[in-house]
């Protein structure tokens, strides 16, 4: 068998166990339409099997010393590493991004794995100065328990691995509920897991083409003591609520609206260059993409003309060929929103500038589109478009940038292009984001707290904040000295 037959898995993976499904769902390619596998469609009480499995697990798993955690997830970054390539490949195969990306988020997955390995060992407690001469104050950081991870489609490894690493280092297991789209990356992830010898029960996969079923048990389910989602505003905030019943932590990483400023004194091929891979990669498919290009009048025709150019040039195509740099869209859901954000912008007097209609491939392909002289009363304004849609606003000042940025009720991530730098340190203080690039097109990395303010989210994912999601703070008083 080649490596990438051993990852195609197409069972469910509870209790250390690959399970069948009384049915299945079919997981398709996005560039071909042609189906790659049938998962199990589960329903309530797998998942709730799934949580009981965790729950026994896990006595076992917090006792564990924290260097044998950190070596089972040493020995798992290990082994997704040695599969970069065939993980890449069904990463390609079920979402459609281009390989060069999928390769990317294998070795970017990988290190939050890496990462929270190191970190496992430095969990440390606190004692402070007591209140009383006769008292003292310990302070314990625990894992908070049985975590579910509800995870999207656009990053189907990293995604899982960015809640996973972080739960398993702090000693909580995990029960993990994949997109419907792109099951197969979060099973084989398991696979590689179970072969680096995880305990059973400690890690576990439900999939299901009804997720608000798996949902509604995750979320009420007393056994789960977190929740931690990544995925659109109103689903997280439907699972939220439901969170309520049970106050339950939740961590939500949701949707943005992610301003791109180019002030007139920006080095402009190197903001072309940031633009380019902030709203195209992965077709445009990510929350932290750009999705407003705000751009200084002083500078405007001649950014337009440089971004077109560079558009041009981006070849649209099967995510597998040679050259290809723009993959299809998930579904036609997603062509459907993108052409009714640019209808929407043409209607109200937007100039379209590059591409504006599906692409001559067919299926969900689009070609990448720049809308010039957008502005506040269309859509693209305050919707996420999600795909490979440019529009761009014109503003004069510094004041009105930031205002126009701010504008939403997103607030994710936030990039611009300037030199001066006291033009810097204002606009990156006004600037209400959780995450802020200056003069860099892509600002993710296992080293720093990912996640946003305002609707866009609760906590962070990644460096050592990252793992303080998955811990309770236990106060202990010795009194009596
Ligand atoms: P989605 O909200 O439709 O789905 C996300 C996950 O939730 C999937 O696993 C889905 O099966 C599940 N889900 C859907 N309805 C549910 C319900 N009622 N109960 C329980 N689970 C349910 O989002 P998507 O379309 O997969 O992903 C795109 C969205 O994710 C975009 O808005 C994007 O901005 C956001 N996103 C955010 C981040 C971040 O870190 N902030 C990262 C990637 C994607």
């Keep these: 068998m080649t490596p990438q037959a051993d990852l195609l ?23 071909t339409g042609q189906v790659i596998a049938e998962v199990p469609d589960l329903d309530g009480d797998a998942a709730r099997e ?44 079920e979402q459609g991004k281009p390989l060069a990306e999928s390769r990317g988020e294998v070795a970017y997955g990988a290190s939050f794995v890496e990462f929270y390995a190191e970190e496992a060992k430095r969990m440390a407690g606190e004692t402070l100065p ?11 950081r625990e894992p908070i328990g049985v975590v579910a991870a509800i995870t999207p489609w656009n990053f189907p490894l990293a995604m ?5 690493a972080p739960a398993l280092a702090a000693g ?13 990356t979060a099973l084989a992830l398991a696979k590689l897991a179970e072969n680096v010898g995880f305990p059973a029960g400690v890690l576990n996969v439900v999939t299901a083409s009804r997720p608000a079923e798996i949902g509604e048990v995750l979320t009420t389910d007393p056994r789960v003591r977190k929740i931690s989602f990544t995925g659109s505003t109103p689903v997280g905030k439907k699972l939220l609520a439901q969170c309520a019943g049970t106050v339950k932590k939740a961590s939500m990483e949701l949707g943005g609206n992610a301003p791109f400023i180019v002030f007139d004194d920006a080095d402009l091929d190197a903001a072309v260059e940031g633009a380019i891979a902030s709203k195209y990669r992965n077709s445009g498919q990510t929350c932290v993409c750009t999705n407003r290009l705000l751009v200084q009048s002083g500078v405007y025709e001649t950014f337009l003309d440089k971004l077109a150019a560079r558009v041009a040039e981006l070849k649209v195509g099967n995510g597998l060929d040679d050259g290809v740099v723009q993959g299809p869209l ?5 062509v459907d929103k993108v052409q009714a954000h640019i209808h ?23 070609q990448p589109t720049i809308i010039a002289d957008v502005t506040t009363e269309m859509r693209v304004a305050s919707e996420e478009t999600f795909g490979p849609l440019a529009p ?15 504008a939403t009720e997103f607030g994710l991530a936030a990039y611009f292009y300037a030199r001066d730098y006291r033009r810097i340190w204002h606009v990156m203080e006004g600037l209400e984001y959780g995450m802020v690039a200056v003069n860099e097109g892509i600002l993710s990395t296992e080293l720093a707290p990912f996640g946003g303010v305002k609707e866009s989210g609760l906590g962070r994912e990644g460096s050592r904040h990252g793992l303080d999601e998955y811990t309770e703070l236990k106060y202990v008083c010795v009194g009596g000295l």
């Excluded at 690959?18 to 997981?27: C, K, M, N, T, Y």
């Excluded at 799934?50 to 917090?62: F, G, N, V, Y």
């Excluded at 899982?160 to 996973?164: G, M, V």
């Excluded at 007097?349 to 689009?366: M, V, Y």
């Design 9 to 31: 898995i197409d069972k469910v993976y509870i209790a250390g166990q690959w399970r069948d499904g009384e049915r299945r769902f079919a997981v398709t390619n996005p560039a």
């Design 50 to 93: 799934a949580i009981a499995a965790a729950e026994a697990a896990w006595p076992a798993w917090r006792k564990l010393p924290a260097k044998e955690r950190a070596s089972l997830l040493r020995a798992w970054f290990d082994a997704i590493m040695a599969h970069q390539e065939p993980l890449a490949r069904l990463m390609t195969l």
């Design 130 to 140: 007591s209140h009383g001469v006769d008292k003292r104050i310990l302070v314990f």
């Design 160 to 164: 899982i691995t960015r809640k996973c």
């Design 172 to 184: 909580c297991p995990v029960v993990i509920k994949p997109a419907e789209a792109t099951p197969l």
């Design 330 to 334: 998930i579904n036609q859901a997603a």
């Design 344 to 366: 929407d912008a043409l209607a109200k007097g937007g100039r379209l500038i590059a591409g504006g209609e599906p692409h001559a491939l067919g299926g969900t392909f689009f």
């Design 392 to 406: 761009v606003f014109r503003f004069d000042t510094e004041e009105e940038a930031v205002a126009m940025a701010n």
